[in-house]
């Protein structure tokens, strides 16, 4: 089990910008990808980005393309969420979550929870009006 560290949330204004990152505490994981999910009060928790680790690709949740992109730096074990132009909406916990045991994970199955072995502690993401 590999224990993953986010940072990076806060408060920001609508239209402002934040970046989570999420990093692996140890480096001698394997990730084959590597997903961040959020929570909002009262809601479930849903599906924002995915990436795989071997070639980058990426999905996005509807809610958040052309607003917000995933990348990953490999040697670091670490996977990063920049969020652009951010809405009330946005306002949640975010998760990030690593898959370590399918190499062959499909893009489409990434938007699932229960494709992830780990997951980190979220962080508040704030986005006042």
């Known amino acids: 089990q590999v224990h993953l560290v986010v940072s990076g949330g806060g408060l920001v204004q609508a239209g402002g910008s934040l970046r989570l990152s999420c990093a692996a505490s140890e480096r001698t994981f394997s990730f084959y990808a590597m997903g961040w999910f959020r929570q909002a009060p009262g809601k479930q928790r849903e599906f924002v980005a995915a990436?795989?680790?071997?070639?980058?690709?990426?999905t996005y949740a509807d809610s958040v393309k052309d607003r917000f992109t995933i990348s990953r730096d490999v040697p670091k074990n670490a996977v990063y969420l920049q969020m652009n132009s951010l809405k009330p909406e946005d306002t949640a916990i975010y998760y990030c979550?690593?898959?370590?045991?399918?190499?062959?994970?499909?893009?489409?199955?990434?938007?699932?929870?229960?494709?992830?072995?780990?997951w980190g502690q979220g962080t508040q993401v704030t986005v006042s009006s």
């Open positions: 979550a690593a898959d370590t045991s399918n190499w062959n994970i499909p893009l489409p199955a990434l938007v699932r929870e229960n494709e992830y072995d780990d």
């Open positions: 990436i795989t680790w071997r070639n980058g690709k990426a």
